[in-house]
């Protein structure tokens, strides 16, 4: 395998047919990058989304008052349904998977917030302490909000770090007051968000605070919760008791899908996972088929290789050759040829992901969509995949012409013609 | 070293058989220089392909080196090829993208000599045969003369008991013809058998032994004078 003479053979009849081989090489080594570049991009592509869907955590739901669409024991449809703290109450008690709650509400009015000279309008979000395990928060400076801000009703803010920069450009934001319509909140910590627009300026307060001072009332706008370690027929489950219940304590029917708008991300996490994975099959079979094209050229090669070579290969046994040096010879050039193509395509669709991802190439020719496209990587399992493939195939490429090459017999191939 | 008796071969060529080879009884010993000759198609081609196991025969017993040779693995046959024997052809059969020096060295490489090694071994034998400057050169930059010189040098490389030459001169003129032949006859001095198959008399008549086929048998074997070195013209000259 690694005797150098075999190799010296092998290469000096390479050389002898440069063109050809370079032109067999190709195809295969198309195949290769083209498998390569495209896992790596549906693996960027799977990862860009995730982290972009993961600004809520993949084992969330959300609830969202609607309005209803049938009438329902003497009530007209077009109710609107308003949620309220006891709403939240019972949902953190009867639903027994949860692992954290939250509810949203909101503040009427223009949101402009103000420190000193600097302003600006950012969305104000009422939550509870919990919020922060439901969304994936980096927390940059100081804290998220806690359970004593809710329960002593602390007027205390946390803010997202574009927020900071507005209002705070060149001093440091914790502990100093800002103005939320004319009231005085305390910033307690600065955080990072991915998020889908780049527009996203978050601040988030007590809920209990808002309902006190803002709204007066106890409405909530929104539940959000985590679940614990559910299949997404149980998260199905859930969602229909959920409706159940609401539709008793709000008076509308179970059967009515507008009522009540749930939003449950493991269903549609899963269902983005289904289609990522599908999207990876499909490119696994256009790479599979690429290479196997350029492995039947290979094949062709050798065969005609063969051909050319066999007064050569005449020569080689009527002075000694055995038929399984003959074999090696033939089968080395065909692996040779596809595993050194097949590793300039694997050089060259690593090489593209990661000068795409190296000098933020998508970032360049459309900012928009570089969120949805993170670390397009191939696994070391993959290029080792893809090796083995390769030299298999290339075996398989070069055994018959192989074969071929040891059953000429020297008195046909040395008959002067 | 070679005994022949009642060896036949056929070839067949779609429905026709060819009975080429039509029962040869024939003894070589070791150490002689031994010519084949013919009018073309009596079968020597087909005689020396079986005496080099290039090819099977149907019928009879080979013994070679004291061998009985019967139908064998071509990777055995591969290997007496190797050790036990030379071979020089009309057309050189030198591979044409080698140089003088690694065509030389090739039968070294199926015995797995290392390339240093065989290559210098090529570099003597090269040298032996008056070309060592052309070494390095391509079998397309020599004439026919050094062509042939470099293909009995390969054929010597692997110090072979038996050389096999089908019309070395062949493809050459009368000059270089005869140097060719000096060089087998000295070969054949150094103990080696040389069996040269022709259909020049006095190619022929520089060998020990003339072995005349016609029609797949032996029609008659010649003496040649055992002093023959001192080129003896009182021989009869056989048409
Ligand atoms: N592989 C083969 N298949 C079929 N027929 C063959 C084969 N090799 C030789 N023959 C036939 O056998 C006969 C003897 O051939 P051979 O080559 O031994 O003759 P030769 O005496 O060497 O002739 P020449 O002097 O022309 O070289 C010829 O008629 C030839 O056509
Ligand atoms: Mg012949």
Known sequence: ?417 | MIRLQNIHKSYITGTNKLHVLKGIDLHIKKGELVSIMGSSGSGKSTLLNILGLLDNHDEGVYELNNEEIKSMSETKAAKLRNNLLGFVFQSFNLISFKNAMENVALPLYYQKVSRKKRNKLALEYLDKMGLKEWAHHMPNELSGGQKQRVAVARAMITEPKIILADEPTGALDSKTSVEVMELLKEINKSGITVIIVTHENDIAHMTDRIINLKDGRIESIVENNKINNTESVQIPIQE
């Open chain 1, 1 to 417: 395998m690694f005797d150098r003479d075999k190799w010296q053979e092998i290469f000096s009849t390479i050389r002898k047919n440069k063109t050809r081989t370079i032109l067999t090489g190709f195809s295969v080594a198309t195949g290769i990058f083209m498998l390569i570049f495209l896992l790596g991009a549906g693996r960027g592509l799977r990862n860009g989304m995730t982290s972009v869907f993961a600004q809520d955590a993949t084992n969330s739901m959300q609830i969202f008052g609607g309005r209803t669409t049938k009438a329902y024991k003497g009530t007209p449809e077009g109710k609107r349904i308003q949620m309220v703290n006891d709403d939240f109450l019972n949902l953190k008690k009867s639903i027994q998977k949860i692992d954290a709650i939250s509810a949203m509400s909101y503040i009427p009015g223009a949101e402009t917030i103000s420190y000193k000279n600097n302003f600006g309008n950012f969305n104000v979000s009422p939550v509870h302490d919990t919020y922060k395990e439901i969304k994936n928060f980096e927390i940059i400076k100081g804290r998220f909000l806690n359970q004593n801000d809710l329960a002593e009703h602390r007027k205390v803010v946390a803010i997202q770090d574009e927020v900071k920069k507005v209002l705070f450009p060149k001093e440091t934001a914790l502990n100093k007051y800002i103005n939320i319509n004319d009231i005085k909140f305390k910033v307690i910590g600065v955080f990072h968000q991915s998020s889908f627009d780049d527009n996203s300026r978050e601040i988030y307060i007590p809920i209990t605070v808002a309902q006190k001072i803002f709204n007066n009332n106890d409405h909530i706008r929104r539940i959000s919760f985590t679940l614990n370690n559910v299949s997404v027929e149980e998260s199905q489950n859930i969602e229909r008791q959920i409706t159940y219940k609401m539709a008793a304590r709000h008076n509308f029917s179970k059967e009515d899908k507008n009522a009540l708008w749930i939003q449950n991300n493991i269903e549609n996490s899963q269902t983005f996972a289904g289609l990522f994975s599908a999207i990876e099959m499909f490119v696994w079979i256009i790479g599979i088929f690429t290479i196997l094209l350029g492995v039947i050229g290979v094949f062709n090669i050798m065969m005609i290789v063969v051909k050319e070579r066999t007064k050569e290969i005449g020569i080689r046994k009527a002075i000694g050759a055995s038929p399984n040096s003959v074999i090696g010879l033939i089968l080395m050039e065909a692996i040779f040829i596809t595993a050194a193509s097949g590793y300039v395509g694997l050089i060259a669709g690593v090489g593209l992901l990661e000068s795409i991802s190296q000098f933020d190439i998508i970032e360049k020719v459309y900012p928009p969509a570089a969120i949805y496209f993170i670390d397009p990587q191939v696994d070391l399992g993959i290029a080792i995949g893809a090796t083995i493939v390769l030299v298999i195939t290339g075996a398989l490429a070069g055994f018959f012409p192989a074969r071929k090459a040891a059953a000429i017999r020297p008195i046909e191939a040395l008959r002067d013609e």
